[in-house]
């Protein structure tokens, strides 16, 4: 080892954000590991790096004793104090112990550690950057498609979108642009694991919050969404302004903001809704596009009984009963429906 060494090293430090002090440490460590595997020693040693020169010393460590069993680990008071008269029976004294051939040794083993290290702290920056983008979204390339899982390039990180986080029968092909939605990020021996998402109902408020500025503003608050990935999703906003339309700010002119979400989510349908305190009026507005009768509101039981009018009860239930459970979500009430000639009989 020597001062290239340490003003690389230092360099090193620099740029990948990593203490020093860490790195020395770390280096320290592992040379001690390194003694004793080639030197095949059971004696307890540490090792010592210069900080200014880069020299490696090899100190076996015994504490001083009145009588020696075992002088690997011991030493006697006398021999000791033949060192300095300052030792004392319980001290530790480092005896240099350092072999020629080890400066060739150190030097790979140095080498390892700090390979090892700018890995782990380039896995520790793109962690950090990641889970700063929990809840966010990130647009990624597709890379392949292995067993039904699509693997994305996020530009630092590669991710997984398993097949229940995609779009039923969305198609991805290699090269493809993908805005994903990221659900969390793990910490893992092998960096960080990001799992991402197209069916989560935070891609949708997020896609709405890049599209409507009264979002990014906080003049409207999206209060809800309940979603069936690549189907329909239901989403109630609210507003404290009473000079703002809350539906109207996320439709948009000319349905312009709701169709930019739309083309994104490859023809997904969306109702937005208005959201209100009032059970009554939340689930009627829920319901849409269905007109509603009347609506009797079990408290207890958090059941809202609905009356419409014959010829919408398809409409209000929807195809496989998608309206009706939808608005469930949406507004977290049981929904039951009813027609208005089966109400009266």
């Known amino acids: 080892m020597n001062s290239e060494f340490i003003e690389a090293l230092d360099q090193i430090c620099k740029d990948k954000g990593i203490p020093k002090d860490t790195m020395f440490e770390a280096i320290e460590a592992a040379l001690v590991s390194a003694y004793k595997k080639n030197y095949g020693t059971a004696q307890n040693v540490k090792v010592k790096m210069d900080r200014e020169t880069g020299d490696v010393k090899v100190y076996a460590q015994k504490t001083v004793v009145e009588n020696v069993y075992n002088d690997l680990f011991e030493i006697s008071l006398e021999d000791a104090q033949k060192l300095s008269k300052k030792y004392q029976v319980g001290d530790v004294v480092d005896i240099e112990v350092t072999p020629k051939s080890f400066g060739r040794i150190a030097a790979q083993n140095a080498k ?154 490859k023809g997904e349908k969306i109702d937005i809704v208005k959201w209100s305190s009032k059970p009554q009026e939340f689930v009627t507005n829920a319901l849409s596009p269905a007109k509603v009768l009347s609506i009797d509101i079990d408290e207890k039981e958090k059941i809202a009984r609905v009356v419409v009018p014959d010829y919408q009860l398809s409409l209000a239930i929807g195809k496989e009963g998608q309206n009706v459970r939808l608005a469930a979500k949406l507004t977290g009430w049981k929904i039951d429906i009813t027609s208005e000639s089966a109400s009266k009989s």
């Open 112 to 265: 390892q550690v700090v390979v090892q290290r700018i890995r782990e702290a380039e896995r520790g920056i793109v962690y950090e950057d990641f889970l700063s983008k929990e809840s966010e979204i990130v647009t990624g390339i597709v890379e392949r498609i292995e067993r039904k899982n699509v693997l994305v390039d996020l530009g630092k990180a590669e991710a997984t979108l398993t097949p229940n986080e995609q779009i039923p029968n969305e198609t991805y092909n290699h090269g493809d642009r993908i805005k994903v939605y990221i659900v969390e990020v793990k910490k893992t021996t092998k960096g960080p694991q990001i799992l991402i998402s197209r069916s989560h109902p935070g891609l949708v408020k997020r896609l709405f919050e890049m599209e409507v500025p009264e979002l990014q503003q906080g003049i409207v608050e999206i209060r809800s969404i309940s979603r069936e990935p690549g189907s329909r999703t239901k989403m109630a906003v609210y507003t404290k302004d009473e000079n703002v339309d809350p539906v109207g700010s996320c439709v948009g002119y000319k349905g312009a903001r709701v169709q930019a979400v739309v083309n994104e989510l």
